[in-house]
């Protein structure tokens, strides 16, 4: 049984920084494509990230670029989001998912994790 936990829960400052942990566990198999979902409140969910373990090719939409850092320690199994220059528009909860074969079907998720910015 595949299961991700994500960590980071809490707040920061707008303009601050914040980091997001994500550990993936029940399973050897080397995922093809790992990432990172957000969903504000009444608003739809997002893909805010992406990255293939195999390769450097990483994803990031296009209101986090040069903001936030996706990365993926094939050691410990752990996907990471470093965000930066934070704003209140990142405000939301955020998910981490597994894409085993890169299909484009997302087949496991975490729980989600709160991340609130203020001003």
């Known amino acids: 049984q595949v299961q991700l936990v994500e960590s980071g829960d809490g707040s920061a400052q707008a303009g601050g920084s914040h980091k997001l942990s994500c550990a993936v566990s029940?399973?050897?198999?080397?995922?093809?494509?790992l990432g990172w979902f957000r969903q504000a409140p009444g608003k739809e969910r997002e893909a805010v990230a992406s990255?293939?373990?195999?390769?450097?090719?990483?994803f990031y939409r296009d209101s986090v670029k040069g903001r936030f850092t996706i990365s993926y320690d094939s050691a410990n199994n752990t996907l990471y989001l470093q965000m930066s220059n934070l704003t209140i528009d990142d405000t939301a909860i955020y998910y981490c998912?597994?894409?085993?074969?890169?299909?484009?079907?997302?087949?496991?998720w975490g729980q989600g994790t709160q991340v609130t910015v203020s001003s």
């Open positions: 029940g399973s050897d198999e080397r995922f093809c494509l």
């Open positions: 998912a597994v894409d085993r074969k890169c299909r484009g079907e997302y087949n496991y």
């Open positions: 990255i293939m373990p195999g390769n450097p090719s990483t």
